[in-house]
């Protein structure tokens, strides 16, 4: 497993004068925001616990007050930090759902035993996730996350068996 924090939004901006921030959010439920008590703040040079005062929604995005800040001079170095969450705060999985950082450089194999790669990224489509799979000199695959095609995720052994619906693999 990847460590235990979660990608749950990315700062894109300060939202108002009194240290409030836009946030992108990453996850498929952004009122999950509502829920979260603290966050850890990833700048990507320094990670810090914040306290979240309020939350408000705004078209796609999360307006976010952090109990610390009062200013927006405050958090002008926020702006492009990940919003990260621990295991524990993190939304609950129905069956059939996985946290993106748990597939990433998962093995992927066909349900014929051929090792396709590893999965590298997920696209998230909208109508479902695209699994993307890297092997050295081959074409990325590019597999829907469809129950046509994911037959088994193997969490422990990190390895997903996928069948190769007529023309996902070029010959």
């Not at 993307?132 to 996350?145: C, G, H, M, S």
């Amino acid at each position: 497993m990847k460590d235990d924090l979660l990608q749950a939004g990315v700062i894109t901006t300060t939202h108002g004068v009194r240290g409030e921030v836009k946030v992108f959010p990453t996850t498929d439920d952004p009122a999950r925001f509502k829920k979260l008590k603290k966050v850890l703040v990833d700048t990507g040079k320094t990670q810090t616990e914040l306290e979240i005062a309020g939350v408000k929604f705004f078209k796609n995005m999360v307006i976010l007050k952090f109990k610390e800040y009062d200013n927006i001079n405050d958090v002008q170095y926020l702006r492009q930090a990940k919003i990260m969450v621990t295991r524990d705060q993190a939304v609950k999985l129905e069956k059939d759902e996985y946290f993106i950082a748990d597939l990433l450089d998962m093995k992927a194999v066909s349900d014929e035993g051929e090792d396709l790669g590893v999965i590298a990224d997920v696209l998230q489509t909208g109508a479902n996730d695209v699994y993307i799979i890297k092997k050295e000199q081959k074409k990325d695959l590019l597999v829907p996350a469809i129950k046509d095609c994911i037959k088994n995720v193997d969490m422990e052994q990190k390895v997903m068996t996928i069948h190769l619906l007529p023309g996902l693999q070029e010959l």
